[in-house]
Nanobody
């Protein structure tokens, strides 16, 4: 059974950092594209980053380039999203999702999702 569990969200001041975790079970994440998305009420879910170890590619949205980075721990079967220099517009619920082989930042390309973790950037 495929399962994705996000953690690490919280309240942080502008300019601060958070590291989100996405623990995968039921599959080996190195064999699939794993992406992070975020969503705020009233807006569509936005792709933030994607990592496909098997394809040897990664991608990052322009809105977070230079501030966010994704990585993975093979032994823990976990993907991380390191978020630095956070801005109020980074506020939202962050989801990780399992895709196929190639990276994408489009929601239709991902079939399994976690429950999300809330990030609030506010002073």
């Amino acid at each position: 059974q495929v399962q994705l569990v996000e953690s690490g969200g919280g309240l942080v001041q502008p300019g601060g950092s958070l590291r989100l975790s996405c623990a995968a079970s039921g599959f080996t994440l190195d064999n699939y594209a794993i992406a992070w998305f975020r969503q705020v009420p009233g807006k569509e879910r936005e792709g933030v980053s994607c990592l496909s170890v098997s394809a040897g590619v990664s991608s990052i949205a322009d809105s977070v380039k230079g501030r966010f980075a994704t990585s993975r721990d093979r032994a823990k079967n976990t993907v991380y999203l390191q978020m630095d220099n956070l801005k109020p517009e980074d506020t939202g619920v962050y989801y990780c999702a399992k895709g196929s082989y190639y990276c994408s930042l489009q929601t239709p390309d991902f079939g399994s999702w976690g429950q999300g973790t809330q990030v609030i950037v506010s002073s």
